[in-house]
């Protein structure tokens, strides 16, 4: 199983004024969302387990190894990021070559590299655009993009950071699909979000940034039923737990299939969903 290991990880961009404050977490397994109000350090924490910046004090352990002992090409390997704004990421002039950057870039062969990139754009669903300028694509669909790139270098560890700012309906279930689907292959899945609805239904795992500390972390089923916790983070509860509280069936509610089935048998013994 995939697993990261954090040891109190502090970091700061300037002496003395401390953006991550001695955290302590095992990730492993589960797919796990990581929430928090702006400026609370979710990205610079992603981009320490990334190695993209050191920690100043406190260790990152990725499966067995520290990371500061990878070179940068097997940590590449090893973990993908996709960055919240895909115009950091995405700079090549064909959908295809942008794809298939990455997986070159590790050492994999032309053929390969095509094929996974293949594949990757049609998870996005966007194969039919092989040779458009991902900048004649909208920020939504270069979003997919920049995650194409990332799946098609097969990383067994997957960051996402802000997936689903901007994407429609359509663009979400793509994502869940995706989600899914690198959990079942047995991937370690990370994601910030703001969207907590999102967070809620997909993810088994939760982590609450709060300035800098995880304020507190769980299966999302308990994380998200502790309002007044949310609430000191400046979180809101997902929309089925704000329902659920109204209709009187206050839970551990992660879908609206959920509360309805709950607020049913409250109110009618003999309710079949
Ligand atoms: N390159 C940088 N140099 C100096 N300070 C930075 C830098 N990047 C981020 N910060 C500061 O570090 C703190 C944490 O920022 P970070 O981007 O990690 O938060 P976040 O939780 O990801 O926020 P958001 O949800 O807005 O993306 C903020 O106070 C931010 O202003």
């Given at each position: 199983m995939n697993s990261i290991e954090i040891k109190n990880l502090s970091f700061s961009y300037t002496a003395g004024n401390d953006v991550l404050k001695g955290i302590d977490l095992t990730l492993n397994g589960a797919a796990t969302a990581i929430v928090g109000q702006n400026g609370a350090g979710k990205s610079t924490f992603v981009k320490l387990l990334k190695g993209l910046i050191v920690p100043t004090e406190g260790e990152i352990v990725l499966n067995g190894k520290n990371t500061k002992d990878y070179t940068v090409a097997s940590l590449a390997k090893e973990i993908g990021l996709v960055f919240q704004n895909p115009n950091d990421q995405v700079f090549k002039n064909?959908?295809?070559?942008?794809?298939?950057?990455?997986?070159?870039?590790?050492?994999?062969?032309?053929?390969?590299?095509?094929?996974?990139?293949?594949?990757?754009?049609?998870?996005?669903?966007?194969?039919?655009?092989?040779?458009?300028?991902?900048?004649?694509?909208s920020l939504s669909e270069r979003k997919m993009i920049a995650i194409a790139s990332i799946l098609a270098m097969d990383?067994?560890?997957?960051?996402?950071?802000?997936?689903?700012?901007?994407?429609?309906?359509?663009?979400?279930?793509?994502?869940?699909?995706?989600?899914?689907?690198?959990?079942?292959?047995?991937?370690?899945?990370?994601?910030?979000?703001?969207?907590?609805?999102?967070?809620?239904?997909?993810?088994e795992r939760t982590i609450v940034f709060n300035q800098g500390r995880v304020q507190i972390e769980g299966p999302t089923r308990d994380i998200f039923k502790q309002k007044d916790i949310l609430h000191q983070a400046y979180l809101e509860q997902p929309i089925v737990a704000q329902i659920a509280e109204v209709l009187g069936v206050a839970g551990s509610y992660v879908t609206e299939k959920e509360v309805v089935s709950a607020a049913g048998a409250c109110h009618d013994p003999n309710f079949v969903e």
């Open positions: 064909t959908v295809i070559s942008e794809v298939m950057f990455g997986p070159l870039n590790i050492g994999m062969d032309e053929q390969d590299a095509r094929e996974k990139s293949m594949e990757a754009l049609r998870k996005v669903k966007l194969d039919e655009y092989v040779d458009t300028n991902p900048y004649d694509l990383p067994n560890i997957v960051i996402f950071d802000e997936p689903t700012m901007g994407q429609d309906h359509e663009g979400k279930e793509t994502l869940k699909e995706i989600i899914y689907e690198l959990r079942n292959q047995g991937k370690l899945v990370l994601c910030i979000l703001h969207d907590m609805d999102f967070a809620a239904e997909v993810f």
